[in-house]
């Protein structure tokens, strides 16, 4: 028996030996690129046009980095947008949507299905673009203003039901317990149903997080100022700049200034800049990523 | 439980409608609210362009509008929208009913036809009839015609180059070391004794860049759909089968084939870098008076200009650049005073581009100026996006005369038989989706296809099939009721 169990043991250790180089190789081809676009960053750009991008840059250039920061203005206001909308969206994103989903979870709620239904129905279809743009901007105000990022989109659906899932894990009996030592609805809430809860939590945080760090679009829409406007946003204006102006070369009657085309290295370094800070955070959550998702997902 | 859901959906329709409902009664009222105001107070009229908005920018504005409201008692709200976002945008401004009074329209960005085609735009004869005199007189009107649609005039072009003429640029030093003979010729063919020098003599540079479009020099286009009108054919009548897409995959390959364009590009997408690396000898760009010194302004490299073949206003030459009113302006009156005065104005126009004298440009000469180090505020790039481009002051790299020079340019060039004729793409628009996608396929494959011919065919075979003879069925179509009601 014992025997059995480690021969078992040494297979699947042999085994594993192709696994591992492929997933070597599989990380190799993931990190490769972005070492290049690093590279790249730290390039001069007549550099990159003659010898083209590189795992090593040819020579360290820091033209790109000096230009960027040389007038920090726009990065940090940008950045400052960013970290705004995604503190305060994630804060009150997580909350609302525990909630709701709190309130979708407990089976002493009456309106339960009808509520579910009443959430889920219109995430089936869309009501376009121009009927939520006519609301925000003409009925809510939010034109250039930072709530225009922040509260459409507030409370994510999908994640609603991840967490109403979760919740359904916890004993009725235990919040029938509270009840009777004299806790209200609220206290129940917060103080047993949420610390029990810091895994799914935690998932729904960081996906929330991702989608306010990465938002351009409402940004695009809502926001007039230049000095409110999202990271994501600026390096998306950018890049479609450079696009629409390519494309159209032959039509725009002036001609395009090159030289006011950044260079693919400022493009590189933008890019840098602006996933660096998620990069930091990502593997302290992932473990709670992981465990929320299956979790979550035992009960369907 | 079937009873509830249909309960459910019933309260949501209700509720919906009430939403509705009530809209429409508020957007009304505050239409009325304003219309009834006195017209002491000057109106601040909206426009909205394409651009980024330079540091400056409020501050050259609230100068502008002391100066606006002495001379026509109007101010302006300008908006500079990213390149990018402007069509996006301004559709939604458009079909959410903002207000807002003026806009940039074309045939290449923010269509122009589509906008006629929802109503979306403002009837302007009678407003320059009445308000727009310095526009009526500077235009002439087969130049305003390129904003009309049957009788009404929906846009006002904005004045700069018609003529379409295209040119190569060549490295001067290139020019000086190998005695290069610059002088004009007919066609692309022309130009292979001066790139086969190249290529003998400069291992380290690529002869040709790859945009080289040999059909545009004899051929025009009115819907991007390879179908294609000879310069040369006073009937305008458009060709059906493939002979001037072939000729030019031709020529692409035999110069990919004799090494003049560079290796790899199948698969390059953005070259700006290597231009500006001064890696092309040669390069294909629009002529016009003046291209040399803006081009070593822009890439930093001197450059001799061959002009190819002869200038020529194609059908919808003036469509490049308009200026249009949004149809539910509240103050149509006051935009076209603003946009009257910003067309004729020297002095209006000139700060808009320039900003503030001393502040942001130094004044050199009576029309000339230059920004000061470092500026501000510099839209001066923009002149033919905003107005009459002949107004604008030049700026260093601009010889004098630049303007008299493209005017006559304009004036002396061969025009096109279909001068004026606006092709109405609506009834076709999934084919030209289509045809568009197939175009940018096989773009830069002719350069490389092993075997062209074969290549060729099937690029046209997926053309017909993507609907290029439904598209040019339609374009025949309206050609010939275009010639009849003329």
Not at chain 1, 50 to 71: H, I, S
Not at chain 1, 274 to 292: H, R
Not at chain 2, 121 to 132: K, S, W
Not at chain 2, 436 to 453: C, G, K, P, R
Request: aromatic content about 12%; glycine content about 6%.
């Amino acid at each position: 028996m014992k025997k059995s169990r480690e021969t078992q043991k040494r297979k699947q250790e042999k085994t594993s030996l192709p696994v591992h180089i492929f997933f070597l190789l599989f990380g190799l081809i993931c990190l490769i690129p972005f070492i290049t676009v690093v590279s790249a960053s730290f390039s001069s750009e007549l550099d990159l046009a003659r010898y083209g991008f590189r795992v090593l840059p040819k020579k360290w250039d820091l033209t790109a980095y000096k230009y960027l920061f040389e007038n920090p203005k726009m990065v940090l206001n940008a950045y400052g947008v960013t970290i705004f909308i995604t503190v305060v969206g994630t804060v009150f994103g997580v909350l609302f949507m525990a909630m709701v989903a709190f309130c979708l979870a407990r089976s002493s709620m009456k309106l339960k299905s009808v509520l579910t239904f009443y959430i889920y129905f219109p995430t089936l279809f869309s009501g376009g673009l121009t009927a939520s743009y006519i609301i925000n901007t003409q009925y809510l105000n939010l034109t250039n203003s930072l709530a225009a990022l922040v509260a459409p989109g507030l409370i994510n659906i999908f994640n609603v039901f991840m967490i109403r899932t979760f919740l359904k894990q916890q004993p009725a009996s235990l919040f029938e317990a509270a009840k009777i030592d004299g806790a209200s609805e609220y206290a129940i809430f917060f103080r047993i149903a949420l610390p029990l809860a810091k895994p799914v939590l935690a998932t729904v945080a960081f996906l929330t997080a991702l989608d306010k760090w990465n938002e351009w679009y409402n940004s695009m829409l809502y926001i007039r100022d230049n000095d409110k406007i999202t990271l994501q946003h600026m390096l998306q204006r950018m890049m479609n700049n450079i696009n629409v102006l390519m494309e159209n070369m032959d039509n725009i009657p002036m001609g395009v200034n090159l030289a006011d085309i950044p260079g693919e290295n400022l493009r590189m370094a933008m890019l840098i800049v602006s996933i660096g800070p998620m990069m930091c955070f990502f593997p302290f959550f992932q473990k709670y990523f992981t465990k929320g998702m299956t979790v979550g997902a035992i009960k369907g | 439980m079937k009873k509830r859901i249909v309960a459910v959906m019933m309260a949501v329709l209700m509720g919906i409608s009430a939403f509705a409902g009530c809209g429409k009664g508020n957007s009304s009222d505050q239409a009325k609210g304003t219309n009834q105001e006195g017209n002491k107070e000057p109106e601040t009229v909206k426009w909205l362009l394409f651009g980024t908005e330079p540091e400056d920018h409020d501050m050259v504005m609230e100068e502008l509008n002391k100066l606006l409201v002495e001379k026509i008692n109007v101010k302006l709200d300008l908006e500079w929208i990213a390149e990018s976002e402007y069509e996006t945008r301004v559709k939604l401004a458009v079909s959410s009913g903002e207000d807002f009074d003026l806009l940039w329209v074309s045939n290449w960005m923010n269509q122009f036809n589509e906008y006629v085609a929802e109503e979306a735009l403002m009837p302007l004869n009678d407003l320059i009839e009445e308000y727009g005199q310095g526009i009526d007189e500077t235009l002439e009107d087969w130049v305003l015609n390129f904003g009309t649609v049957g009788d009404t005039i929906y846009a006002i072009p904005c004045l700069q180059i018609l003529a379409n003429q295209r040119c190569v640029m060549v490295q001067k030093d290139l020019v000086e070391k190998y005695n290069l003979d610059t002088s004009p010729v007919e066609d692309y063919r022309d130009l292979e004794g001066i790139l086969e020098i190249i290529k003998q003599n400069e291992p380290d540079i690529i002869p040709m860049r790859a945009n080289v479009k040999p059909e545009v020099t004899h051929y025009e286009s009115l819907v991007a759909a390879e179908i294609w009108i000879s310069m040369t054919d006073s009937s305008a009548t458009p060709i059906e089968d493939d002979s001037v897409t072939w000729e030019a995959a031709k020529l692409k390959r035999e110069w990919f084939d004799k090494g003049y364009i560079r290796e790899d590009v199948a698969t390059i997408t953005d070259d700006s870098g290597d231009a500006k690396a001064g890696r092309y000898a040669v390069m294909t760009e629009a002529y016009k008076p003046g291209i040399e010194a803006a081009m070593a302004d822009a890439y930093g490299i001197e450059c001799v200009a061959i002009p190819i073949g002869n200038p020529y206003v194609s059908a919808t030459a003036g469509q490049a650049t308009m200026i249009a009113m949004n149809v539910n302006s509240e103050r149509p009156e006051a935009a076209m005073k603003l946009f009257n005065c910003v067309y004729t104005d020297e002095e209006v126009f000139n700060m808009l581009l320039f900003g503030i004298e001393n502040v942001h440009y130094k004044k050199v000469a009576d029309n000339r100026a230059e920004f000061v180090e470092n500026t501000k505020y510099s839209m001066s790039s923009k002149a033919w996006e905003i107005g009459n481009q002949f107004l604008a002051w030049y700026i260093p790299g601009q010889a004098d005369g630049t303007w008299e020079e493209t005017d006559q340019m304009n004036k002396n060039s061969i025009v096109s038989p279909l001068q004026g004729f606006i092709f109405d793409s609506t009834g076709v628009q999934a084919e030209l989706a289509q045809i568009a996608a197939v175009i940018t396929e096989y773009e830069n494959y002719m350069y490389t296809a092993e075997d062209l011919e074969k290549t060729h065919k099937e690029y046209f075979e997926k053309l017909k099939t993507a609907g290029r003879d439904t598209v040019l069925e339609e374009l025949k179509k309206q050609i010939e009721e275009w010639k009849a009601g003329k």
